[in-house]
Structure formats: structure tokens, C-alpha cells
């Protein structure tokens, strides 16, 4: 029986629901690119290539959406190109590989107010068989701002609960998200909780919270958690390897290429216990593992360097994390953690609202002490290689992906812009949301100014 009042309510709240997500630019309107048809020779440009230093004035020459060489100044295409091949004079300009935002939810969220735009967690602590690209909205509106500015590629991560699921590589153009997908399954996502002195388990962005008063005990039961369900997946992949009668279980699949030490494992994890333990945790159980955030990292690089284990750091356009500590503090982390040789990357953050400033992140790293070339490497070749897409990304090298931009100077600096950008060959539209409200507003003043 319906009650009168509860069924205005509802109705009430449906049209809400409905006037909100009908009111969110949800959708980005932009064509997609077309496949690369021809051969492309981008000429006569400024290669930064990255792993092999800088070529003036050569030639990149574009083929099946792969770079099918790196020429060098004079040098031309063997055997010759057709008549059907692009040649672009870039008269000087710079090219760079894509840049790479190694940890973002872009894709997954489009307005985080808004629940029907957010698809980054599945129900439950611990859902390892999620993969984050089948989540991926390719008409996101936010993927061509982040595109625009040179972000080209993108670790899409998971979130909430222990274990939120698999981290996906993304290339930020196609029209379905098995178009965009570069690798599915770059390794589980850990939430390795953490333990703060005087308040307890903190609920942030690292490791889930808990009401207990004894946050020790809290702490210790879901890392057991955790524990357990890579304890359960050796024990089933044992059982399965012995007889292949024992049925799948997708939970336990999940976890199966991180055991064998194919895909690491990505701890989010930024206090020096919490880094500590986890590293522990993982070399007990023969896991390889990537610390993502890492605001400690330099107190245990001895730790990481022995157990070689990288890190993408989680910004660098952050507050220090105590009264005590030195203003500079997230400025120079990615200068220390080069002293001490370790490997890592340049992020943003989880927040997909700031890839489209992934390169200054870069920027103020290299302006406190970390070298320039390693800065742009921090975005696009060393992130490569952590989320395990090296061998296709990163780079200006014959056999890589042609995933590239052109810009009229140095990416790192803000009054560059990007003019060109092509992704697996393809010449991606640098146009965005944000450009024609530009345009839609400046066309308004100009009417104005015209009365």
C-alpha cells in the first residue's frame, strides 16, 4: 500500500535524479580519430626522444600505427615512401613521446557529485576481479582536456575497499573502451591501511578506515584481510594446476598474474610504516610491488633500492605532511628519491581533474633539483616502464606506438602549447569542452564589442 507522502518523496527525488543527470556534460561530442591510412613523415622537427637523446632537425616516419623510424637530419626513408604518404614539415617544431599519467581515475568519473557518473568501485572490500578499463567511459568530457595539454596515455585506477581491483593503461582516444585499452590488467590495486600515531587508522586516501577503539587491532585485521585473499589464491591456483577439474573462481584468477610475479602489485601507501610493512608483506610472499604516493619514500629508500621497488609519486603540488617539515618538502621528493637511485614517476593523484597538469608537476620537480631530462622522463618513459608498457610507450623509438606530440616548445614549460598529437598514428583533435567555451565566449565579447 502506498503511502502518500513517501510517494511524493520518491517522486520527488526521482526527478531530481533526473534533472541531474540530464544537466551532465557526460558526453563529449568530438569525432573520434580515423585509422592511419598512410605512411606519415613528420619532418624537419626537434626529436626528444627520450631514451636516445635529442635529434635536430630529423624525421619521424610514421607507419601501421607504430614509429617505423627515427631518421636524422638529411636522412630519408628506405625504401621510399609512396605517393599516398603525409609528409608534415614541422619547420623546427618539438616532438615528444605522449605523456603518461601513471595513477588517475579518468575514465571512471565524471562529476564525483554526481553518482551515476562515478564507476570506480565495485560493492565489497574485496573485488580483485574488477578491471578498471571496463569501467572506462570513452566519450568522457574530460579525457580530451587532459589530451589537449600532451596526456596521451593514463593508468586508470580502481578505489574503495582493500582490494579494489585491477589498474588499466589507457590510450586516451577510441570509441569504445576496448579501443582505448593498451593493457587491461597491469596489476592488482592494494589499500595497504595505514596506522597514525594519536588519531588511529585515518580513512584518507591511503587504506580504508575503522570505527575499532583499539586501531591496532584494526589495522592488523585488514591487512590479515588482505593477507588471506592472496593466501586463498596460491592455495586455489595449486589445486587447479594439480587437477584441472577444480572450477574457475574469478576472485582467485584475478590475483594469479601478480603471484607469478607477471604484473606487480600497486600499494597505495604514503607513511613510512605503511610503506614498510607493505614492502615486508610483499617480499614474504615473493610479490613484485609499485608504492603508489609515497610522501615517505626517501626515509626508506635504502628499503627500496635493495628490494628494487619504484614508486609513482602522488604529486608534487602538495602541502608538507607535518608542522616540522621543511616547506619544499613535496617539491624536492622526486630530486631525493633520484639520489638515492631509485626508481619512480610523476603523477597527479587519483583526481582525474588534474592530469591536464601532469607536466608541471614535472616542472616544479626539476626546478627543485631533480635533472630536466629525468623530469620528462618521469612522465612518459619511466612511467612506461613501471605500469609494465615500456616495450610500446614512452619513447621516440622504431617499433613503438606513434603516440606522440608536437609542440612549439618545451612541454614543461607553461606558455607551450601542443599542436599536433597522434595516438597509434592516428592525428587526435585537440579541440576539448573547455577550448570551444572558450571560443563560445570570446565570440560573445567580440559581438559586443561590435554593437
Excluded at 604529486?315 to 631525493?336: C, I, K, N, Q
Excluded at 616502464?385 to 615500456?390: C, M, T
Aim: some cysteine; glycine content about 8%; aromatic content about 4%.
Amino acid at each position: 500500500m502506498n503511502h502518500p507522502a513517501r510517494s511524493c518523496r520518491r517522486r520527488a527525488a526521482f526527478a531530481t535524479t533526473l534533472l541531474l543527470t540530464a544537466a551532465v556534460p557526460a558526453q563529449d561530442l568530438l569525432t573520434k580519430a580515423a585509422p592511419q591510412t598512410a605512411p606519415i613523415l613528420l619532418h624537419n622537427g626537434v626529436l626528444h626522444t627520450v631514451s636516445g637523446g635529442v635529434v635536430l632537425g630529423g624525421s619521424l616516419w610514421l607507419e601501421n600505427g607504430r614509429i617505423r623510424a627515427v631518421l636524422a637530419a638529411g636522412e630519408q626513408p628506405s625504401p621510399p615512401l609512396g605517393d599516398d604518404a603525409i609528409v608534415i614539415d614541422l619547420q623546427g617544431k618539438h616532438v615528444y613521446p605522449g605523456l603518461i599519467s601513471a595513477h588517475t581515475s579518468l575514465g571512471l568519473v565524471e562529476i564525483g557529485a554526481v553518482r551515476q557518473t562515478v564507476d570506480t568501485s565495485e560493492l565489497g572490500e574485496l573485488t580483485p576481479e574488477a578491471i578498471a578499463a571496463v569501467a572506462v567511459n570513452p566519450d568522457s568530457a574530460a579525457i580530451p582536456v587532459a589530451r589537449a595539454n600532451g596526456v596521451l596515455v593514463a593508468a586508470t585506477f580502481p578505489s574503495g575497499g582493500l582490494l579494489p581491483g585491477r589498474a588499466s593503461v589507457i590510450q586516451l582516444d577510441g570509441w569504445t573502451n576496448a579501443d582505448m585499452t593498451v593493457r587491461s590488467e597491469a596489476g592488482p590495486v592494494v589499500a595497504w591501511p595505514q596506522q597514525r600515531h594519536g588519531d588511529g587508522l585515518r580513512r584518507g586516501r591511503r587504506g580504508p578506515a575503522s570505527g575499532d577503539d583499539d586501531a591496532g587491532d584494526a589495522v592488523a585485521k585488514q591487512r590479515q584481510r588482505i593477507d588471506l585473499a592472496f593466501t586463498a589464491a596460491r592455495a586455489w591456483l595449486d589445486a587447479r594446476s594439480a587437477d584441472a577439474a577444480v572450477p574457475i573462481d574469478i576472485r582467485h584468477a584475478a590475483l594469479v598474474p601478480a603471484l607469478r610475479g607477471e604484473v606487480p602489485v600497486f600499494v597505495l601507501a604514503d607513511e613510512l610504516e605503511q610503506i614498510e610493512s607493505a614492502v615486508a608483506w610483499a617480499a614474504r610472499r615473493q610479490l613484485r610491488v609499485v608504492i603508489v604516493g609515497g610522501r615517505d619514500a626517501a626515509a626508506c629508500a635504502t628499503l627500496l633500492r635493495e628490494r628494487d621497488v619504484p614508486v609513482i609519486v602522488d604529486g608534487v603540488h602538495e602541502l608538507p605532511r607535518r608542522e616540522d617539515s621543511a616547506y619544499d618538502e613535496p617539491f624536492t621528493l622526486p630530486a631525493r628519491l633520484a639520489d638515492a637511485g631509485l626508481r619512480f614517476c610523476i603523477a597527479t593523484g587519483q583526481d582525474f581533474s588534474f592530469d591536464r597538469n601532469l607536466p608541471y608537476h614535472a616542472a616544479t620537480a626539476a626546478a627543485f633539483g631533480l635533472d630536466r631530462e629525468r623530469a620528462l622522463a618521469a612522465i612518459t618513459l619511466d612511467a612506461a616502464r613501471i605500469l609494465g608498457v615500456g616495450d610500446r610507450l614512452g619513447s621516440l623509438e622504431a617499433g613503438k606506438d606513434a603516440t606522440l606530440l608536437v609542440t612549439d616548445g618545451d612541454p614543461l614549460e607553461l606558455p607551450t602549447r601542443v599542436e599536433l598529437a597522434f595516438v597509434g598514428g592516428r592525428q587526435v583533435t585537440l579541440r576539448s569542452k573547455q577550448s570551444e567555451l572558450a571560443k563560445k565566449y570570446r565570440e560573445r565579447y567580440r559581438q559586443q564589442r561590435g554593437r
